[in-house]
């Protein structure tokens, strides 16, 4: 069982990039998804979160420029990014709260990273 991110690169300032994080595991059921960053130097902070309901929370600093959105029947939450900048440069990361087997416990799993640059 896993998450993998893909997705994300180097973007222009005013530009778009998405990524993208899917959840490998078969019989398991997925609630609540996050994207997480962290800059360089800098503390890993919220971006967003989307529950298993589709209801979503962003940070200030996103709101507005970034959507989170999911797909249930693939297991896979996206992070569209609009209107970058510079400041958005991190690495990003997932996480998914996943019950693996039935009425076992929930579990918070991460992915492993993708790197958004922003920069002309």
């Known amino acids: 069982v896993r998450l993998v991110e893909s997705g994300g690169g180097l973007g222009q300032p005013g530009g778009a990039l998405r990524c993208a994080c899917a959840?490998?595991?078969?019989?398991?059921?997925?609630?609540?998804m996050d994207w997480y960053r962290q800059g360089a130097g800098k503390q890993r902070e919220f971006v967003a979160t989307?529950?298993?309901?589709?209801?979503?929370v962003y940070a200030d600093s996103v709101k507005g420029r970034f959507t989170i959105s999911r797909d249930n029947a693939r297991n896979t939450v996206y992070l569209q990014m609009n209107n970058l900048n510079p400041e958005d440069t991190a690495v990003y990361s997932c996480?998914?709260?996943?019950?693996?087997?039935?009425?076992?416990?929930?579990?918070?799993?991460w992915g492993q990273g993708t790197q958004v640059t922003v920069s002309s």
């Open positions: 989307t529950t298993s309901g589709s209801s979503t």
């Open positions: 996480n998914a709260d996943v019950r693996t087997r039935w009425q076992g416990p929930i579990t918070r799993y």
């Open positions: 959840w490998y595991g078969s019989s398991s059921t997925i609630f609540g």
